[in-house]
Structure formats: C-alpha cells, structure tokens
C-alpha cells in the first residue's frame, strides 16, 4: 500500500472527501508499523475537529433485520439532512469472513447516498485490535463533517461491551417473543441499553410486538438502569415500513439534549477516552511480548513444559516476562 504525506489526508478528510477518507482507515488498519505512525499523527491531528457527531450503537439478535433497519434508519436521517457514517465491529471476521460484506451488499440505497460512508470492520484480529481500529475510524468520520456516526455490531459476545464503550447512546433491536428472546441475550447487554426496538411491527405482528414491549419494558424495570437521568423506553418499529423511525430518532435526540444539559455527555466520553488508553496500552504490551525475539525463541518450549505439567502457570508467566524487562 503506498502512502501519501500527512497533509493529503489531513486536508481531504476536512473537505469530506469520502474516497480519501476510505484510504485514511485504510492506513490505521494496516499493520506496517510506518502506516500504524502515520495513522496515529492523523488521528492526533484530527482530534480538535471532532466530537460533534452522535454515536450511536446498534446491535441485535441473530434475524432481527439488522442491515434492513440501518439503511431504513441512516436512509431517513440522510432525508432530515444528516451526513451518516456507519462502521463496524466484528473480530469474528478472521475466522468467517464476516457478514458486513454481505450487509453492506443489501444496504443498497445507503451504499449509493452521497451523505453516507459505509465501512466493513477489517477482516482478522482481536476484539481489541479491531475495536482500536473502529475507534479511530469513527474520530476520522467525525472530522469528515458526519454528525451521525453508527457503531454497529456483527454477532454476538463481547462486542456489545465494546461498542457501548464507545458510543453515546446504544440501542438493541429485538423481535417478537421476549421470553425466548431474553435467554438469547446476556442481562449484562440488557443493562446498557439506552432504548430497546422491537423490530417487524408491521401486519399480523403489530400485536405481537405489542405483547414483547409490554414483557421487555417489565424485564428492564427489575434491572440496574445504565444512568440516573434516563430510563430506557422499550418502543417498537418496522424497518420495512419505517414505522417507528422518527420515534426512534426523536429518543436518541432528547438523550443526547439531556446528556449535553447535565454534563453526562461529557463526563462519559471523558471517561471512555481513558478506557481507550489503558486498552492501547494492554494491546501495545502484548504486542511487544509476542515481538521480543527471546520470548519468541522460547515461547513454544515453555507452553509445552506447562502443557506436561513440567512447570506451573506462575513460574513460566514469571519468567516471560522477566524476559521483556531485560531486553
């Protein structure tokens, strides 16, 4: 990948040209330490330019309509005249090739939007590798003039923490038939929801998606709430129809005036940019131990000395890392 001086992104990003802001995630997520620099100046010098967008996590279960939902929503928020960005999280890409491909095929419309930029997560990696790289995407989106940053999540696990880590307001989508669909979902997700949709209300299913608000909205008043200032509704919608969009939109707006009035908006991404540190220091630190060359002579034998039971866990870990000390 050839790499162009500082400058050329810096200045194309401000203008929100979307192909050169493609390459500027491009350069974070590449390995190549040169790159990973380069990308780190970038995102330093784009940081005053940031911090106006909403970010908003979505997530859901498995058929929940995700993709359909996103496009229908990023779709109505271009048309009230917004500029959406929509990324994605999925460390589980390494090992299936990920669905955002698949999903960014389906969202047609939004692909073709020249207020939207849909990017797919990087394909390999770990959780925290590629929450770093989203992380970093989202700042660039934001100075890319954005106001509307989607976080999205693909699967299920560990990403919902991780995404709600780096949003302002985070909505799960639901489908009918919360007792069933609570066992699908941990009570710790449930926990940081800021609203729950109930999705495909339309036709036969109005009633039904009724009926699951009702027993969700019963589930969430027996949980600890995320803030003191908000509890989160339980509403529904139709993602084909739209129905239940602008409701949806109207919620994150009023969260976000009262979040901004009471300061919690602040003191939370104040927060998070801490959490983001101490994650890129464990990230740089295991890097650093997987790259120091006598750890890496010896890595194998000591695994295998633990593995018969020829050593304990402390004793190896103990000796590994006084390795690192010494280099």
Known sequence: MGTQPLSYYKEGILKGDRRILAKAITLIE???????????LLVEEMLPHTGKAIRLGITGVPGVGKST?????????????????????????QRSGGSILADKTRMEQLCKA??????????????????????ESLLLCEAAGFDVVIVETVGVGQNETTVAGMVDFFLILMITGAGDELQGIKKGILELADAVAINKADGDNVAKAEKTRKELEMALHLMQPSSLTW??????????????????????????????ASGDLQAKRKS?????????????????????PEIRRQLDRTISRVRQGETGPTTAARELLFLLDNQ
């Open 114 to 135: 020249e207020q939207a930029f849909i990017r797919p997560s990087p394909s390999g990696g770990t959780l925290g590798g590629v929450a770093r790289m989203t992380r």
């Open 272 to 292: 998070q940019s801490l959490e983001w540190m101490w994650a890129l220091i464990q990230d740089g630190l295991q890097e650093r131990f997987h790259r120091h």
């Open 30 to 40: 590449s390995r190549h330490p040169d790159h990973r620099e380069l990308g780190r």
């Open 69 to 93: 939902f996103i496009e229908s929503f990023g779709m109505q928020l271009i048309e009230l005249g917004h500029m959406v960005a929509v990324l994605a999280v999925d460390p589980s890409s």
């Open 231 to 260: 509890t989160a509704p339980v509403m529904t919608c139709s993602a084909s129809t739209r129905a239940g969009l602008e409701a949806i939109w109207e919620t994150v707006q009023n969260h976000h005036r009262r979040t901004v």
